[in-house]
């Protein structure tokens, strides 16, 4: 028995058994159920699920760490949860928390170019918009995005073959961005066609 979802599992399971005992005739709050095994198995259960409750407090996540998975690796939030292990209302809870930490950096990262990027981008030849296309669309990181040459970038040849891979599949290269936007995997993002419905 590993994960939470199991041991909830487990715990409906023997409570199923409790309602059909004849010592406590449906009700859970019988003296007698202390000396039962089945009411033991509930304890130790009990016990387990609060321990993994108190590891989640103690595995932490951090606002980078999240920004990374979320607008890097385009992470769902049900995938960050399982991820740190937690349940996605308690993620939900900690964006809540730390909301104003989670925008500076999304903003340090995704955000408009400062003045001193723009001059570094254009020492590079680059323009404000290749830039922001090459963060938002290609998920360039930064840094890469501000001094990469255009010579460079058209030697990037995985960016190439998932382009030349959606265009093959008949996916327009927006549906593809905006598929990757929204999380899916770039190879998903490249290959899926829809179903288109039967007249």
């Not at 409570?15 to 003296?31: I, N, S």
């Not at 190439?160 to 593809?176: D, S, V």
Request: hydrophobic share 30%.
């Amino acid at each position: 028995m590993g994960n939470r979802l199991e041991l909830l599992y487990e715990l409906d399971k023997l409570f199923e058994v409790c309602k059909g005992c004849p010592a406590a005739g449906g009700r859970t709050d019988l003296k007698a159920c202390k000396t039962c095994d089945t009411y033991e198995q509930i304890r130790n259960i009990g016990k387990k699920i609060e321990e993994k409750e108190k590891k989640i407090n103690v595995k932490k996540i951090s606002v980078s760490e999240y920004i990374e998975m979320r607008y890097r690796n385009l992470k769902s939030g049900i995938e960050i949860a399982e991820y740190f292990d937690m349940t996605i209302s308690k993620l939900n809870h900690w964006i809540k928390k730390y909301r104003a930490e989670i925008d500076k950096e999304y903003n340090s990262q995704f955000g408009p170019l400062t003045k001193a990027e723009i001059v570094i981008a254009t020492k590079h030849g680059l323009s404000e918009s290749i830039v922001m296309d090459r963060i938002h669309n290609k998920l360039y990181d930064r840094q890469k995005a501000l001094t990469q040459t255009v010579e460079k970038e058209k030697k990037d040849t995985a960016w190439k073959e998932l382009m030349h891979l959606a265009k093959e599949n008949n996916i327009p290269y927006n549906t593809y961005i905006s598929r990757v936007k929204k999380g899916t995997a770039h190879i998903e993002a490249a290959t899926y066609k829809r179903n288109k419905k039967a007249n």
